[in-house]
């Protein structure tokens, strides 16, 4: 038979509670579009990261054009 887990008290389950909470995002400032972004990401806006392109942006543009 299993035994019954003996209860803690509200203090204890409170106190392992404390690491549970949100942390905010550590944003910083794009370097070409000064938008912020997460460190070590790659910019959504312009697209680039450590000054390089990554992403093509302007790809984009053209297929939200066509759509409409």
């Known amino acids: 038979m299993p035994v019954a887990r003996k209860r803690h008290t509200k203090a204890r ?35 680039k990261y450590k000054g390089k392109e990554v992403i093509d942006t302007t790809k984009k543009l053209t297929k939200k054009t066509k759509k409409k």
């Open 13 to 47: 389950r409170d106190r392992a509670r404390v690491f549970y909470k949100l942390k905010p995002k550590n944003l910083v400032e794009c370097s070409i579009c000064k938008a912020q972004i997460e460190s070590h990401t790659v910019c959504i806006n312009c697209g």
